[in-house]
């Protein structure tokens, strides 16, 4: 543990040149983000942390950064200060920038919803890059980023049981995985497919990671593609280092994970994670997949849900319909990052005659509270990775003290959700992302007596297409 | 006051005409060329795995890109629609600028073709469109039912320079209002920047000025006139150079670039799946 946490202060600079080092960063988008606002306030109702209080919109979040960029980076923020609201933050103002940036789950509602194109998660995002520099990081995710960043997971024994009692039941329910199969100089033209699974996956959707490889087995036996996953994962859910801002490490977990998946040679690297890792393998670090590779991937990268819904436009794929009341949560990541709107209701349209939507779906999708690392930043979070490592995991007083805040403001900003919910009147709710599941399955706990909802189910949309999938081998 | 003849610094408007306009347009100029040089220096295009687009959907995004926000506004915050969309812009500065009469005759001496769009333009009152620096606002005939005619027909009532004002004036007051009163509970969503009261203030007297005008008030001989004039257009000259340093940017640039960003950002570069 106290070699874990020198390893964990080791990159800690001061805050001025955390600030400086943030500031290289700032390109033209950024730019815009942090000059352009018109300080309507048009934002704050999309946050679902704009429940919890008014210091929480999104507006007010990214301020703290335009405080800081104003006085580091404009002539009338160096002469003028405060005056023109240029300020940087003092040693007791970081308990307080904590806990705004950590009310944020970059879900992008705000972007879409902003009148000038403002993305403000990812100016919160430039405020936790600040933070982390210079050693105001929760502990658990510093925990979590370096066990992935050095694969000490490989080491903890009760972390790579979750994983292999997770694949061993997987192969016990739907037969056995081909693990680390290279497609290199395969002549099948069948689609190769790695399943880039992650831990988290194992860990936080138990069900739904079985339920994958039982649909990938299905397709498999069926000849319509052939695929595998790895033994031992090369990342935790990588890259965590983005959600605390540390770009320098999430491109060197990215390029450990990328030079596995050239290894392999696959023609489709797929997730079933909805969460951040799409986005940014696909879109955010795609120049870092580029780089490594030495110019464009053969390999595209493709979730669960568009994969099949192009099997299943390609008449190759269907299901048995049932009429379940099942309705589909937009990760914000697969949903308004990644725009994949519509192949998972596609998908459960076919599975069930009584899907609906959520009273606010697609670009408009209430985000659950759960992203942005800070569903993994709850008290029992800490306790119950304390149990699978074999530890009790303590942090200071006055972290204890932030992490009650940010319970008690994650428990207000999935409300909304939980309300969406009830008026959609379904009894299954199905998502893809890890923080989504855990966060809307902990809304039910806490509201659904009080609404009425529950015996509602959370699931990956995994769970509930596996025994409905029909494979036409015509 | 009126020393000197027309063109004489020691008027208002002779000074703001004469002497101002070309170091207003001078500063703008540069300052809004530090701000677009500043942005093209720093541009970044990082690659992304793209997916197909079409042009059908690319046209449906960025009509959704601009409609979006306003959508969602007059969901969550009427009152904000109402006020800071409706009052303050639709029906408020930008008819005013430009498309009110006086405004358009200076749009098109500056710029010729913009005589294409006399077609729309907005008169100073329902009662009086006369271009003149003597007309006045109350009908010259003695018949009380004179109205202009314009191609407005019947929304002239409300597209008149006189209530366009007002309009804009009743949407500068309540934001005021609003801004002040979340300072003194110190319940607000928004933070405070002492940029939006002058933003305020500086639109608010150009407005102001500009009424008062158009009335010939506060006393209806020449010079006043000149000078209240003069007013109008110094601090609309103020406001020219105030823009690239200020919340009006959005007006130029911001606001069309964060759009169009937003737009190549969730419709070209991630495209949607289908």
Redesign the interface.
Known sequence: MEQMMKMLQSGKVDLDTAIKNAMKNVDAVMMHYLENCLNCGGCAPACPFFAAGPEYSPVNKAEEVRKIYRKEMTIAGKILGRLVGAEKPKPEDMDRLMELAYACTNCGHCYYTCMVGIHSGKVVGLLKSILTSAGYVPTLLNMFEAVELHGMYKQIPGIMKIWNDALEEAQKKYGPIEFDKSFKGSTDKKPKVLFLAWISDAMMMRNGFIATIGILNKLKEAGLIDWTTWKVPEAFRAPISVVIGRSANAKKVLERVVKYIEAISPDYVLMMDGGYPYPVFRFEMYGVIKKTVGGKPKWKIVHLVEFLDDLMKEGKIGFEQADDPITWHDPCQLGRHSRVFEPPRDLLKAASSSYRDLPHNREMNFCCGGGGGIGCILREVRITMGQIVGMEIRIPPKEEEFERRVERNHLIAVRRKMEDVKKSGAKIVATACPACVETIARGVRHYGKEMGIEDVKVIHISEYLVDKLKVYTH | MNVGGWASPSNLLGFALYYMLVPSVFVFAAGASY?IV???A???F????R?PWSWIEAIKGII??FL???V??GK??TD?LIV?LILLHVVGVIPVLFLLAQHMSWWVYYFPPYKYLWIFAVPLSITSSVLTVTATVVPTTTMSHVFVDTIWGPLTAILNGDLLAIFVMVAIGYKCALRLVELITK??????????FIAYALLFGIIFSGYVAARHRPSPDVATYMNVLGLHVLLAEILLMYIP?S?Y??FVF??W???L??WYD?DL??????
């Open positions: 701000r500043r942005m093209l720093t541009a970044r990082p690659p992304a795995q997916r959704w890109v979006r926000p306003i969602f506004v969550t915050r904000d800071g319940h607000s969503h928004t933070p405070r920047r002492l940029g939006d340093f919340k940017w959005h911001g606001y670039y964060g759009k960003h937003e969730t570069k991630r495209g949607e799946a289908l």
